[in-house]
């Protein structure tokens, strides 16, 4: 094996030698090479000096340009076998897929656990079988930085649970200096605060552009109630390049939570991609009030920030947003704090279940569709005609369904103040099961 780079770490990554490996593998393969990590994000690409339009095709194109690939490209590349394969794969051209040119997958692994992958373009003849190996040896190298950078930012689950957990004053202002220290150069840079909860394991070994992650203890974390991780969240620091950055890089975040049924409504939605493309679906809070099941792991991501210190309260409206999405999954899988609402306000004013009197009765057991039909009617901004299509009931029928929610609640529904006090409820109760 050839003798390992010399480390560069410059903004908690090694600067230098990902795209030297690249370049090395296309010199040995006689093509140009691109690295993608597991999630399929592009890290980096060789030259390309072909003239031949068919060298970039689409998913190619798009994979350097956005720097990630699509699920469906990421799962047509999978559908070979590369996240099992120990060498090398190939793979053969599909136009109608955007693949013009067959390819070549190395599998980029590390004690045995794939790390990523490196792509280049098939050629006729193609590289032989000495020429592979070598190239495989690069490869094992490219492993063993890429999950050195992920072992790095579990590290500093200790100085990050320090942020997020001190007190205001001077504790707090040691505990991100320390972080500041941890992290070296890319301190000064921008991130993202993720909450995933409840979470019920120890902290995983990488999150694929994570800086650095913990488990928060109950103190701090999302309210839950029952099971061994009730009250325990995953709490995940993102490192990003711009404020562009953060719907891709919140698809490795998505990835954590386990897939449920009717998990269709995407919010910061799901990319792969190989040399390929990808994107970050978005769909605003859906109408209805589909109840939210207890327990269920969801996640939620605050605004980013620059400087460190502002980190706990980005942690806060990271709180904010997974509780949200758990009241609201159409605002999911990964919430963001900007986009949910009326929660953001609800989830700061009220950290326990609001029992009001006037609505107590409304929002029992015995009168949720009293409750869902009042919720929608508010939702649409008080408008008969677009609640009851939303519904998918007569006018009538919710005319006559406001009217018994006036009836249960002593509230008027004309006046302003009491729809305020109802909406608000409504919503409220979403946030505490």
Sequence with gaps: MSERPVRRWENGRVKGDYQDLVDEISALLGAPATLENRDFRLIAFGAHDSDDDLAMDPVRTRSILTRQSTAAVRSWFEGFGIARATGPVRIPAAPDAGVFRGRICLPVRYRGIVQGYVWLL????????????????????????????????????????????????????????????????????????????????????????AAAVCVVPRATAPDDDGGPEAGRALAVLLRLRSADALAPALTAVARLLPRTPGDGQNGAGSAGGTGGTGGVGGAGPARGTAAAAPHVMTAGVGDPVRALADLHGAWDQAVAAARAATARPGLGPVAQWSRIGPYRLLAALAPDAVDDPSTRVLLGPAHRELARTAEVFLDCAGQAGRAAAALGIHRQTLYYRLSRVEQLTGLDLGEGEDRLLLHMALKASRLHG
């Excluded at 001190?166 to 840079?189: E, I, K, N, S």
């Design 122 to 209: 098939d050629q006729d003849p193609g590289p032989g079988p000495e020429a592979l190996a070598a190239a495989m040896e690069v490869a094992e190298r490219v492993g063993t930085l890429l999950a050195e950078e992920a072992k790095a930012g579990a590290d500093l689950s200790r100085e990050f649970l320090a942020v997020l957990t001190a007190g205001r004053g001077w504790q707090r202002d040691m505990t991100v200096a320390a972080l500041r220290v941890a992290l070296g150069p890319g301190g000064d840079g921008l991130h993202a605060v993720v909450c995933v909860a409840p979470w019920p394991g120890e902290t995983p070994g990488a999150v694929p552009g």
